[in-house]
Structures are given as C-alpha cells and as structure tokens.
C-alpha cells in the first residue's frame, strides 16, 4: 500500500482499552473471541486492515462501548493459528482515520465508515522541525534498563524520528486517556514534545512518591 486511494472506506474496528497502535508501529494481539476471530478471518480474505480504538470509558463492560473518534488501521502482518483455536497476529499501523459513521452490520464485530484523508501525512510525513532527542535521552533514561547501555542507546538514535516516537509512545506505560492524546497528536514533532512531557510527569510523581515513603 503506497497511498490513501488504497486504503478501503469500510473497516472493522476492534475496540481495546490501553492499545495503542501508531504509524510504523507493530501491535502484537492475542485474538480469542468469537467476534474478533471472526473478524480477523474476514480481514485475512480481503484487505487485511483491523481498526484499533479505544472505548471511551475504560473501565466500560458493556459489548459495544462507547469509542473515541480516532483510531489507526493495522495491517496484519503475521498470523498463526494456535492449539487452543486463538490467533496470534501482529498489525502493523498503516494510518490514522476519523470515524465518519458506525455502519448497521450482520457480522459479529462492527465496522465503521474511516476518514483518512485528514491524516494524510501518516502516508507521507515530511519532517519541518527536529525532536529534542537530548530531552528525550534525559526522560527515557529513569525508564528503560538496558544490558549495554551505550550500544542500546546508539540503536535507538539511529532510528527515524518517526519510527523511534510511534515505537515509544506504544511501550511506554501511559494511561489509556494520555494514549489516546499521543494517537491524536498533529504530527511526529508534537507527539514527541506530548511524550517527552508525559515522561517527565511520570518522573516527576516517582520520584514524590519515594519522598513521601
């Protein structure tokens, strides 16, 4: 897929609290409900896009809660069938969509009619400004442990902006709400200043806490 002519109008859409999928990113997903087994053999035989979102309330037990309005399609790029009938799939965020409508459908899962032309530039991101990457060293180091932390660090510096921000702002523990702000972000430049504020927050209260204790 090269370009949003590509990207179909109907997708299904799979709804998890705290999943995060961006551009670049890879999202590995344990699929073992009847509905979204069915939706991922459905997507295997035509286009190959799930749609991740986030219920809008996290804590939601309802069998279709209320969503966000923005999500980001993921194409499978890895499938394996389990023993114990799951699938093992691993989406690869492709781009961002705004939920136009949510279509009136048999299958078991929903589906809904994506917008992605308004985030166009997850196809074609051009780079105006440079991220802080010495603020990000600074904020990263209280949260990742690494075996050689020179070779580790010069890994990750040698990473695209866009790939190093999407890849950090998926593993990093954030809150569902911050997630979805991360997702939301205009372009890579404001995503890694929201990260780098977000981690500096988390530090912040860490290191309150140890105070207090």
């Given at each position: 897929?090269?370009?949003?002519?590509?990207?179909?109008?109907?997708?299904?859409?799979?709804?998890?609290?705290?999943a995060?999928?961006?551009?670049?990113?890879?999202?590995?997903?344990?699929?073992?409900?009847?509905?979204?087994?069915?939706?991922?053999?459905?997507?295997?035989?035509?286009?190959?896009?799930?749609?991740?979102?986030?219920?809008?309330?996290?804590?939601?037990?309802?069998?279709?809660p209320?969503?966000?309005?923005v999500?980001?399609?993921?194409?499978?790029?890895?499938?394996?069938?389990?023993?114990?009938?799951?699938?093992?799939?691993t989406l690869?965020?492709?781009?961002?969509?705004?939920?136009?409508?949510?279509?009136?459908v048999?299958?078991?899962?929903?589906?809904?009619?994506?917008?992605?032309?308004?985030?166009?530039?997850?196809?074609?991101?051009?780079?105006?400004?440079?991220?802080?990457?010495?603020?990000?060293?600074?904020?990263?180091?209280?949260?990742?442990?690494?075996?050689?932390?020179?070779?580790?660090?010069?890994?990750?510096?040698?990473?695209?902006?866009?790939?190093?921000?999407?890849?950090?702002?998926?593993?990093?523990?954030f809150?569902?709400a911050?997630?979805?702000?991360?997702?939301?972000?205009?372009?890579?430049?404001?995503?890694?200043?929201?990260?780098?504020?977000?981690?500096?927050?988390?530090?912040?209260?860490?290191?309150?806490?140890?105070?207090?204790?």
């Open positions: 897929m090269t370009g949003l002519e590509e990207l179909p109008s109907v997708l299904p859409i799979f709804p998890l609290t705290g995060l999928l961006l551009t670049t990113g890879q999202l590995p997903l344990n699929i073992f409900e009847p509905r979204y087994l069915a939706m991922v053999n459905d997507a295997m035989e035509t286009h190959r896009l799930i749609g991740m979102i986030q219920p809008r309330d996290p804590d939601s037990t309802l069998l279709e209320e969503i966000y309005s999500g980001c399609a993921g194409k499978i790029c890895e499938y394996a069938k389990l023993p114990n009938g799951m699938l093992r799939i690869e965020g492709v781009c961002r969509f705004r939920i136009l409508e949510e279509l009136n048999s299958t078991q899962y929903r589906q809904i009619r994506a917008d992605f032309d308004t985030y166009k530039q997850d196809r074609t991101e051009i780079h105006n400004q440079q991220i802080d990457r010495d603020a990000l060293h600074e904020a990263l180091h209280h949260f990742l442990e690494f075996e050689n932390d020179a070779k580790d660090w010069q890994a990750l510096d040698h990473l695209e902006d866009d790939s190093l921000i999407n890849s950090l702002s998926m593993i990093c523990p809150s569902p911050e997630k979805q702000a991360l997702l939301e972000a205009k372009d890579i430049f404001s995503r890694s200043e929201l990260l780098i504020s977000l981690l500096q927050m988390m530090l912040q209260h860490d290191q309150m806490h140890n105070t207090v204790q």
